[in-house]
């Protein structure tokens, strides 16, 4: 079956502009997750989903940072007023539930900062 | 809190030689663990995973990792080495905090596989 997607795949934006990307996950999984993967910092969470409610948002790195997740389906990660260290790649997972039910992760949305 | 600390940053081995990706883990109660693979330009692809269950977990593509209560260890092995396995790997466990599975990666470890 279909994996999860993300779109796009590339992104370069100019500094102070707002950037959106957008995770389709896998039909029927009800958890979605977005990870942040950047040089200097590894993985790392940014947010968790739960049908359309996000119960934890304690990774996300700054009020600049905003997501939204409508249906219990695709997920839209807004990032207002780009900075030079947002660059990274964004990679969005879903599972079937919360808790230790593995996660599968999309391909990645590789965002450049200029 | 829960945390990974993978013990090496790069590997090299030869190919048809033995795997070790040395993995520690920290958790106040007993974790979920994964390993992840990640090949250049590719998303990031399950290994294996233990869940409380057998501690001896096979994953896919030969890989298989031993969890380790006592020495707070999930280190991944593989008994010959291929050229396609050389990529990124790394070492997860799944936040059990507000139940949310959200993951914990560990640093990293980048695999080279020698001719």
């Known amino acids: 079956g279909a994996g999860v997607s993300q779109s796009p795949s590339n992104k370069v934006t100019e500094k102070g502009k707002d950037v959106e990307l957008r995770c389709d996950p896998i039909s029927g999984h009800t958890a979605l997750y977005w990870y942040r993967q950047s040089l200097g910092q590894g993985l790392e969470f940014l947010i968790y989903f739960q049908g359309n409610s996000a119960p934890d948002k304690s990774g996300l790195p700054s009020d600049r940072f905003s997501a939204e997740r409508t249906g219990g389906s695709v997920s839209t990660l807004t990032i207002q007023r780009t900075q030079q260290e947002d660059s990274a790649v964004y990679l969005c997972?879903?599972?079937?539930?919360?808790?230790?039910?593995?996660?599968?992760f999309g391909p990645g949305t590789r965002l450049t900062v200029t | 809190a829960q945390s990974v600390t993978q013990l090496d940053s790069h590997v090299s081995v030869s190919e048809g030689t033995p795997v070790l990706l040395r993995c520690n883990y920290s958790s106040s109660y007993s974790p979920s663990l994964f390993w992840y693979v990640q090949h250049p330009n590719k998303g990031l692809q399950l290994l294996l995973k233990?869940?409380?269950?057998?501690?001896l977990v096979k994953g896919i593509n030969g890989f298989e990792a031993e969890f380790k209560k006592s020495e707070t260890s999930f280190h991944l092995t593989k008994p010959s080495a291929h050229m396609s396995d050389a990529a990124e790997y790394f070492c997860?466990?799944?936040?059990?905090?507000?139940?949310?599975?959200?993951?914990?990666f560990g640093q990293g470890t980048t695999l080279q596989v020698k001719p």
């Open positions: 997860v466990v799944s936040s059990s905090s507000g139940n949310t599975g959200k993951l914990i």
């Open positions: 997972a879903s599972s079937r539930d919360w808790g230790s039910y593995e996660q599968y």
């Open positions: 233990y869940t409380s269950a057998a501690t």
